[in-house]
Nanobody, 124 residues
Framework: QTQLVESGGGLVQPGGSLRLSCVTS????????MGWFRQAPGKEREFVGA????????SYARFVKGRFTISRDNAKNIVYLQMTRLQPEDTAVYFC?????????????????WGQGTQVTVSS
């Protein structure tokens, strides 16, 4: 049973940084393409970024590119979302997702597994 568990969320001041982690289970976890999505209060869930199974290719939503970085450690089955220069509008529940295809994907329906989400709150 494939499981994804996010961690690292919390309260941070504007301009601060936070690193989210997503631990994936299963012997084929390293073959998954991985994505991060977020859902802010009163808004639809939106794509944040994705990384291919190899870690060589990444893609980011236009509104976060340059502030957020996705990386992965396949030996440890961990995917990271390093967030810098956080703003109040970044406040959301952040979800990790896995795609069996292994490629970078930006659509929700391209992902097969989802984590439970971790809350990120940016406020002074």
């Amino acid at each position: 049973q494939t499981q994804l568990v996010e961690s690292g969320g919390g309260l941070v001041q504007p301009g601060g940084s936070l690193r989210l982690s997503c631990v994936t289970s299963g012997p084929t976890s390293s073959s998954y393409g991985m994505g991060w999505f977020r859902q802010a209060p009163g808004k639809e869930r939106e794509f944040v970024g994705a990384i291919s199974s190899s870690g060589f290719t990444t893609s980011y939503a236009r509104f976060v590119k340059g502030r957020f970085t996705i990386s992965r450690d396949n030996a440890k089955n961990i995917v990271y979302l390093q967030m810098t220069r956080l703003q109040p509008e970044d406040t959301a529940v952040y979800f990790c997702a896995a795609a069996r295809g292994g490629a970078v994907a930006v659509e929700e329906d391209e992902y097969d597994y989802w984590g439970q989400g971790t809350q990120v709150t940016v406020s002074s």
